[in-house]
């Protein structure tokens, strides 16, 4: 199943006009939930590692599982994304090493500065992200492909692909409120995340945060929209890409 996925996300076919509309409906509605429950089994505990991990740091839980713990009083059928501060980094990262977090994938911007950390922990793709900080305040990145793109170069360099192009790309949003973390519980386990969430999720996802999206992702209030910043580049490593050898049986080192 998780090839399929692969082949059928990734397809130019695919990702073209009313197809794509339909692909992202079913996948958010019949593919996307059934990924996200496999978290579901490890989640109490991942949320114990890494606050563990991050206890001497600024670290946020946020983005969907917030929403819905905060929303729905649950965290059932979504991933988990955490947000470290850059200027911490350093001192959690081994950690997440130690704490046997494989990693899965590595996306830079295009200052070649690390946005975010895909890894693997029993089975569950766990994302964190680097907060940056600058004169304007904070903001996170995430960094998508344009598959439908013909600019986009993959290239197999001993047990990694690297991938390029530019329209792979990294997109910037605004987090005003990372500055601010307080405590909230889940099923007996502390985390830290904003200490406004109702400014939080008005920021993040507009005026329709309280109601649940349906079947598709969300993408934010008209003043905090994404900043789209080209050439960004990803690093898939060993263990991640032999779930992707068949799609890319054909790219020559």
């Known amino acids: 199943m998780g090839k399929l996925t692969t082949r059928i996300k990734s397809s130019k076919i695919m990702n073209k006009g009313v197809i794509k509309k339909v692909k992202d409906k079913i996948y958010f509605k019949f593919i996307s939930p059934r990924e996200e429950k496999k978290t579901d089994k490890y989640r109490v505990e991942l949320i114990k590692v890494v606050g563990e991990i991050c206890k001497d740091v600024h670290w946020q839980l946020m983005s969907g599982s917030f929403l819905k713990f905060y929303r729905d009083n649950t965290m059932d059928g979504q991933d988990l994304d955490f947000f470290v501060g850059r200027n911490d980094w350093d001192k959690v990262k081994d950690g997440f090493l130690k704490n046997k977090f494989l990693i899965k994938q590595v996306f830079f911007n295009e200052n070649n500065e ?3 950390y895909k890894y693997e922990y029993k089975g569950c793709d766990v994302d964190v992200f680097i907060v940056d900080k600058d004169k304007k ?9 344009n598959i439908g793109s013909k600019d986009i170069k993959k290239k197999i360099v001993g047990n990694t692909l690297m ?20 405590d909230y519980e889940y099923k007996g386990v502390k985390f830290r995340g904003p200490k406004d969430p109702e400014k939080y999720f008005l920021d993040s996802y507009g005026e329709g945060w309280r109601t649940p ?19 960004a580049v990803s690093y898939l490593f060993e263990k991640a890409l032999k779930n992707y050898e068949e799609m890319f049986k054909d790219i020559k080192n």
């Open 137 to 145: 305040g904070y903001s996170h990145r995430f960094v998508l492909e």
């Open 163 to 182: 991938i390029t192009g530019k329209d792979y790309v990294s997109y910037e949003r605004r987090l005003p409120t990372f500055k601010d973390a307080v």
């Open 114 to 116: 690390i946005t975010e």
């Open 213 to 231: 999206a349906k079947n598709e992702p969300r993408n934010g209030p008209a003043n905090n929209m994404p900043i789209l910043h080209e050439n």
